[in-house]
């Protein structure tokens, strides 16, 4: 199966990416390959707001990646929204760890550059890792995609969200940054979606600890409790 693409998102690490997509509006792109950056390819995309992307877990570590299967398959799994302990089938679930390493979100189309002989496809709402390998491309499609009377399980309703809190350290670590101009307060409103979402894995619980996250050019530290997340330093990577 050949890769047209690779993202370029803000996630530099697995950890702190949205559980789904569209839960952050986070701007990324995707690098077309050749031969797949052809412009001529996206003649008509323009017509749609929104595009399915096809992509490869590249980073699991019991998958390879050749979009074999997995070395071991695993029929149950936990899935963080039932609180990380309660096992359902895995497909019954969104989890990375599938028979096949392919992956499936809708995200916002932006718009399509071209620069010599770079093309480059801009979307919003991605839950992506940077450089995960893109599959395919497709329009999303309103009246047969979107089905009013659906039902989600267990995952009916969004997540809800904790309050995010800057320490007066991280506070003036964010100013000087913006200050020197080294980074956009794009990135900071992004960080601050990703944070409220509560990054931690489903079954850590633990006020206390200090937490350490990666995303775009910040190392981030912080902590959460039971409504809010605290950001103790932020610092570029």
Not at 46 to 65: I, Y
Not at 110 to 122: D, G, N
Not at 200 to 214: F, L, S, W
């Amino acid at each position: 199966m050949p890769i047209i693409g690779h993202m370029h998102s803000p996630y530099r690490e697995k950890f702190g990416i949205p559980r789904q997509p569209n839960l952050v509006q986070v701007e990324s792109y995707i690098e077309m390959a050749e031969p797949y950056n052809d412009i001529l390819a996206f003649d008509g995309i323009e017509d749609f707001s929104h595009l399915w992307l096809l992509w490869q877990f590249h980073e699991n570590k019991n998958q390879d990646n050749s979009l074999n299967q997995m070395s071991k398959f695993r029929p149950q799994v936990r899935p963080p929204r039932l609180g990380g302990n309660q096992k359902i089938g895995v497909f019954a679930t969104r989890s990375m760890y599938r028979p096949s390493p392919i992956g499936l979100s809708v995200v916002r189309f932006l718009r399509i550059e071209k620069q010599a002989k770079s093309v480059r496809l801009y979307v919003m709402g991605s839950d992506l890792l940077h450089g995960t390998p893109i599959l395919d491309i497709k329009p999303y499609i309103q009246y047969s995609d979107a089905i009013a009377d659906s039902q989600s399980g267990y995952a009916q309703q969004e997540p809800i969200r904790k309050t995010v809190l800057w320490t007066e350290t991280a506070q003036s670590q964010q100013q000087q940054l913006l200050k020197q101009r080294i980074l956009d307060k794009k990135i900071f409103d992004e960080l601050e979606q990703v944070l409220s979402l509560d990054p931690r894995p489903a079954y850590q619980n633990d006020a206390e600890r200090v937490y350490g996250m990666c995303f775009s050019e910040l190392n981030i530290r912080f902590t959460v409790d039971d409504r809010n997340v605290t950001v103790l330093a932020v610092e570029q990577s």
